[in-house]
């Protein structure tokens, strides 16, 4: 859901980067959960206390985090919200988390293989596809490319070619 720039100030408030369509949606959940940077599996919740927009960053204020040097060991790290927590994704939307794991098939029938990762370059976000054999590709998650996704069947249907 965001990424932690830096500490801000010096009583363990955050600078972080939303990762969201809607910036400030973060700002309405109780309970936003750490990850440092480089530790996969370390996931620490806090109550959220306060926050507001500054500039393309929210200041957040959380409980458990006093000072500076509590803020700034999840420098870099990353904010998260229970998928609980989350409404519903609307008919025709999905959770970019939802596509990771899902296999990648062109129209061909071929298949490119699985979602990896899904990042946003400033443009559109972008499918990291890897396949069994170890090769990579970035297909950009649009209309024109993406035909379509079915969550449910581990699918997503792509105008892509093996060659590309």
Known sequence: MGRIAAPYGVKGSLKVL????DAETLLTYEQWWLRRRGDDNGWKAFAFKSGRPHGNTLLVELA?????EAAAAYAGGDVG????ELPLAEE???YWADLVGLSVVNRQGETLGK???VQDYGAH???????DDGSARLIPYVDAYVDSVDVAAGRVEVDWGKDY
């Open 18 to 21: 939303p990762l969201t369509a």
């Open 64 to 68: 458990g985090l006093a000072d500076r």
């Open 81 to 84: 919200v229970a998928r609980s």
């Open 92 to 94: 025709g939307e999905v």
């Open 115 to 117: 979602v990896i990762a």
């Open 125 to 131: 976000p972008v499918l990291q596809v890897k396949a």
